[in-house]
């Protein structure tokens, strides 16, 4: 399974958010979206999760329109994390995970044994089995991060959409979240503000501004001095690093 999208735009009023963007994620692979404040990540996530409605364009799962699927069609193969995701109500952590199945289960329909599967999988994935006991309202925001992702590998999905995961996390929550997503074998497609986190982790980059796609492939096609001030508006030096081997951006002072 694989993501296309082609030539979409989406608007809110007058305004164009998304303009024109085309781009092919690589099955099996993360792409990681890039772009300052405003540039369209999170509206373009929208769009590829069925969310929102493209005005032109088409977005393909494989070979279909998304246009053509019903939602629950699309929650059955695609899983989106928001930024912010919370809750009043007193649930446990494989409560929260538990409700990654909701797509696939009739109104009706016993808890099963491939349900229970699951949700065991996917808090073994992030590394969180041993707190499925434990009340979500006690986790840290690293900790209830991962439970978020738990909670959508429970559906089982062939592509997982994540806006910003690492936002607020210290930088120990970030590489662990990260690195555990790279080793899923999923399609991933991961908005981030860090240029060094995309670097280090993602396959394939994707830099939006003004909701039009500037650039896209490696990130050592991507992420050059000259993109990012002009994008960014900083001055920077990329270099390879010396400890993990990725490119790592170093920025000047004004």
Not at 121 to 139: F, G, K, S, Y
Not at 189 to 196: E, G, I, K, T, W
Not at 201 to 206: G, N, Y
Not at 228 to 237: K, N, P, Y
Request: hydrophobic share 45%; glycine share 8%.
């Amino acid at each position: 399974m694989s993501i296309r999208v082609e030539n979409v735009q989406w608007a809110a009023g007058n305004r164009l958010i998304v303009d024109g963007v085309s781009l092919d994620v690589t099955p099996g692979k993360m792409l990681g979206l890039l772009g300052p404040n405003g540039s369209g990540k999170s509206s373009l996530l929208r769009l590829i999760s069925g969310l929102r409605k493209a005005k032109s364009g088409m977005i393909r799962l494989g070979d279909t329109d998304i246009s053509s699927m019903r939602r629950i069609e699309i929650a059955r193969r695609v899983a989106f994390v928001e930024q912010q995701s919370g809750t009043d109500v007193q649930l446990t952590v494989g409560d929260v995970v538990k409700l990654g199945r909701t797509p696939h289960r009739g109104p009706l329909a016993a808890w099963s044994a491939d349900d229970q599967r699951a949700v065991t999988d996917a808090l073994e994935q992030m590394d969180m089995a041993e707190r499925a006991a434990q009340p979500w309202h006690t986790l840290s925001g690293g900790e209830r991060q991962r439970v978020q992702i738990a909670r959508a590998l429970a559906q089982k999905p062939s592509e997982l959409l994540l806006d910003e995961p690492t936002n607020h996390l210290d930088i120990q929550h970030q590489l662990e979240i990260l690195s555990l997503v790279s080793r899923i074998a999923v399609t991933s497609v991961v908005a981030l503000h860090d240029l060094n986190l995309a670097a280090m982790f993602c396959d394939s980059l994707a830099v939006l501004h003004r909701g039009r796609l500037v650039a896209s492939g490696r990130p050592d096609e991507v992420l050059t001095e000259a993109l990012i001030q002009d994008i960014f508006g900083v001055r920077a030096r990329v270099t390879r690093s010396a400890f993990h081997g990725r490119l790592h951006v170093e920025y000047r002072m004004a």
